[in-house]
């Protein structure tokens, strides 16, 4: 099974901090995804990527950035954390159209 | 542009119930369809894919089906368990990116 592994569960930083979000495959897939879930708005695009060093934004991309240096990792970067920002961030993976496969999310608390 | 819509946005059925969640979507030139199921604080489970060109897809207790002229999949699911409580969400493809809906926030009473 595919197996998409984010580095951290929880997270609490500070207002202001640059924040880094990891995300690794372990299946050769070409896309992935940032998303983030809040209460009654569910699951936005942040930033995806089709190959290793191309980005796209989403639907939300205003304060962070990524980095996919290689095929198997997709960082998202808030580049300075503001409490707007505390949410669950979801990373997945798909190939082609054999449908996406989710991280276990990140839960980022911002004070 | 898609929307994809889940009415209800919660429901409560009684242990053993067979019931069905329903998912409409505006755009019927999608790729194919999926079904995830979200724990409390945890990420999206996968359940079942239908490919466009696809009817229905099976999965245990599971059944998905797709009926895209009208823009409509349902999950059904049979003889339902306590454990079966947990929201799901149904998301298009199209152009490689998916579009969710909000769910529908099932709780099975024991």
């Known amino acids: 099974d595919v197996k998409v592994t984010q580095s951290s569960r929880y997270l609490v930083k500070r207002t202001g901090e640059k924040v880094f979000l990891e995300c690794v495959q372990d299946m050769d897939h070409e896309n992935m995804f940032w998303y983030r879930q809040d209460p009654g708005l569910g699951l936005r695009l942040i930033y995806f990527?089709?190959?290793?060093?191309?980005?796209e934004k989403g639907d939300i991309p205003e304060g962070y950035s990524v980095s996919r240096e290689k095929k198997e990792r997709f960082s998202l970067i808030l580049e300075s954390a503001s409490t707007n920002q505390t949410s669950m961030y979801l990373c997945?993976?798909?190939?082609?159209?054999?449908?996406?496969?989710f991280g276990s999310g990140t839960r980022l608390t911002v004070v | 542009k898609q929307e994809v819509t889940q009415i209800p946005a919660a429901l409560s059925v009684p242990e053993g119930e067979n019931l069905v969640l329903n998912c409409s979507f505006t755009d019927s030139a999608i790729y194919n369809l999926q079904w995830f199921r979200q724990d409390p604080g945890k990420g999206l489970t996968s359940l079942l894919l239908i490919q466009s060109s696809q009817r229905e897809q099976t999965s245990g207790r599971l059944n998905a089906s797709l009926d895209k002229s009208s823009g409509r999949s349902t999950l059904y699911i049979a003889a339902s368990q306590p454990g079966d409580s947990a929201t799901y969400l149904c998301a298009v493809n199209r152009d490689d990116k998916i579009i969710f809906g909000k769910g529908t926030r099932l709780h099975i009473l024991p």
């Open positions: 990527s089709y190959d290793v060093k191309m980005k």
């Open positions: 997945a993976s798909s190939l082609d159209l054999y449908g996406y496969t």
